[in-house]
């Protein structure tokens, strides 16, 4: 396996999703709403950036792998 810039990105998007959930259930916890539109507003766009951060890079990785330029 070589350490690629694709790697990074596979490891932040990750790093993002886990943010997203960490910040939902920290600021409900902390402050009681587990249903306020801005906390579901902040947090689904970070989870989606995520998400396709991480299937981005994956997409990536395997061109990388197969080798298809």
Do not use: C, P, R
């Not at 886990?18 to 766009?45: N, R």
């Not at 995520?50 to 990785?61: F, N, R």
């Amino acid at each position: 396996m070589k350490f690629t810039a694709n790697y990074v990105m596979q490891f932040l998007s990750f790093a993002l999703l886990l943010g997203a959930v960490a910040f939902y259930v920290g600021w409900s916890i902390a402050y009681g709403d587990w249903y306020d539109i801005g906390l579901y507003s902040v947090s689904v766009i970070l989870i989606l950036f995520g998400v396709l951060g991480m299937l981005l890079s994956h997409y990536k990785i395997k061109q990388e792998e197969s080798g298809v330029a």
